[in-house]
């Protein structure tokens, strides 16, 4: 067994270590004896998306999101290929507004969306920004668990037909919306990064599963030690007292 992510705009789009989501993904699936591909394809190179079991977009400023948009959306129909063949989606931040419809930015500028979605992301006024630690509560592969992260973001996003999870402590799609990201079978787009994914396995792992799931159908992953994992993750959330 194998995985193939593909890691876009590498170069640009990661912001708050959002590059460790990639690395967790990689070490927990050679952990399983599953051999891992990890490719990067930034603006001008050519990649056949739908090779990849994994499309992972990180976030970026307002002024790498401008730098990315035309590169993205010329890249619509083979990310639409591959969302048909099933290929898992991991979209962190301003990764998750460009699937979205459009993000007017914090200058008014509004940066077209590839327009998978309904839901549509404005930035509202300069000192108006969603900052700071989050918790909240998700259910995935039939398991509710509680996840934390980190959030700067101007944008507001509205019109989340399907949000990725409850906010127990922080913001999440809009100042006090009350819920978090946007989720179905094969995307997960959050505001969360951290990065997302080593304080949260039951994340890394739910990803993992839907990846493996385009090539080799339900997959089960054997269980990893990720006592030092839930350790940390427990840190935050009995700061944010979400315990
Ligand atoms: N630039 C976007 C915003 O401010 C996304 C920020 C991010 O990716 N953290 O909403």
């Not at 639409?80 to 699937?99: E, N, S, V």
Request: hydrophobic share 35%; aromatic share 10%; charged share 25%.
């Amino acid at each position: 067994m194998n995985l193939k992510i593909l890691w876009m705009y590498h170069d640009l789009m990661d912001l708050y270590g959002d590059k460790g989501n990639a690395e967790v993904l990689r070490r927990r699936a050679e952990k399983r004896g599953i051999e891992v591909q990890l490719d990067t394809c930034t603006i001008g190179e050519e990649k056949n998306i739908d090779e990849y079991d994994l499309f992972f977009l990180g976030g970026g400023a307002d002024k790498e999101q401008n730098l990315i948009f035309a590169d993205l959306l010329q890249r619509k129909q083979s990310i639409q290929t591959a969302m048909d063949h099933k290929t898992a989606f991991l979209l962190i931040c301003g990764g998750y507004q460009l699937f979205g419809q459009y993000y007017k930015d914090q200058d008014g500028n509004v940066i077209e969306g590839l327009k998978f979605f309904d839901y549509y992301t404005v930035a509202g006024n300069r000192d108006e920004r969603c900052i700071g630690n989050i918790a909240v509560e998700t259910t995935m592969d039939g398991k509710t668990f509680k996840a934390v992260g980190f959030e700067n973001h101007g944008g507001q996003t509205k019109n989340v037909s399907t949000p990725f999870a409850k906010v127990l402590s922080g913001h999440g799609n809009e100042m006090h919306s009350g819920f978090e990201g946007f989720m179905n079978e094969q995307v997960l787009a959050t505001y969360m990064h951290g990065p997302l994914l080593p304080k949260n396995p039951d994340i890394a792992d739910a990803i993992l599963k839907r990846a493996l799931k385009k090539r080799y159908g339900e997959v089960t992953l054997e269980p990893l030690d990720d006592t030092i994992e839930y350790q940390a993750q427990n840190v935050m959330l009995e700061r944010l007292q979400c315990k």
